[in-house]
T-cell receptor, first 110, second 117 residues
Framework: KNEVEQSPQNLTAQEGEFITINCSYSVGISALHWLQQHPGGGIVSLFMLSSGKKKHGKLIATINIQEKHSSLHITASHPRDSAVYICAVPTNFGNEKLTFGTGTRLTIIP | DTAVSQTPKYLVTQMGNDKSIKCEQNLGHDTMYWYKQDSKKFLKIMFS???????INETVPNRFSPKSPDKAHLNLHINSLELGDSAVYFC????????????????FGPGTRLTVL
């Protein structure tokens, strides 16, 4: 079992829909990362959060430390939001490393 | 200005060859990383350096040798390339190492797509 699980693996939605991507992890963490990988391959860090909720534009990330669960929401989705969204958590003690989920491929249809 | 740059962007080579991928960051960060993304798009850490010192070395064949001439550069040299080495390799950097309690955002390079024929 992966330490970081994401769902769904693939998500297709119509433009304008509210999108939710989920991430569950099995280890204690200091912070969880959400990343976006564009169709061209580049990776961008979206959020790093350790509690509560963060908002950036139409992206919202929430985390529940007790339940070891985080969600990424996209409001008013647009075809340009089509990408792979990846959550990652630090694992190991001492020098931590990021362990990545398998990613959620989001496709927004016009 | 590109924060984390990698060269080359694409690398096609024959089995058995030796090749290098270069990474540079102009963010003034102390820590740099190499990740491998396989054909299933799964990212996994390979190495991490802090101030030119190796701090994370995952179970990677010793054909892979990272070199950090200074804290702004982390190069990856691969000897005797094999078919299974075909992947996209990402370099990244963060201000400090990821230690318990710290929250360090990572900045990724554009990736190097390596194809071994």
């Amino acid at each position: 079992k992966n330490e970081v699980e994401q769902s769904p693996q693939n998500l297709t939605a119509q433009e304008g829909e509210f999108i939710t991507i989920n991430c569950s992890y099995s280890v204690g963490i200091s912070a969880l990362h959400w990343l976006q990988q564009h169709p061209g391959g580049g990776i961008v860090s979206l959020f790093m959060l350790s509690s509560g909720k963060k908002k950036h534009g139409k992206l919202i990330a929430t985390i529940n430390i007790q339940e070891k669960h985080s969600s990424l929401h996209i409001t008013a989705s647009h075809p340009r939001d089509s990408a792979v969204y990846i959550c990652a958590v630090p694992t190991n003690f001492g020098n931590e490393k990021l362990t990545f989920g398998t990613g959620t491929r989001l496709t927004i249809i016009p | 200005d590109t924060a984390v740059s990698q060269t080359p962007k694409y690398l096609v080579t024959q089995m058995g060859n030796d090749k290098s991928i270069k990474c540079e960051q102009n963010l003034g960060h102390d820590t740099m990383y190499w990740y491998k993304q396989d054909s299933k798009k799964f990212l996994k850490i390979m190495f991490s350096y802090n101030n030119k010192e190796l701090i994370i070395n995952e179970t990677v064949p010793n054909r892979f040798s990272p070199k950090s001439p200074d804290k702004a550069h982390l190069n990856l040299h691969i000897n005797s390339l094999e078919l299974g080495d075909s992947a996209v390799y990402f370099c990244a950097s963060s201000q400090h190492p990821m230690t318990s309690g710290s929250r360090n955002e990572q900045f990724f390079g554009p990736g190097t797509r390596l194809t071994v024929l």
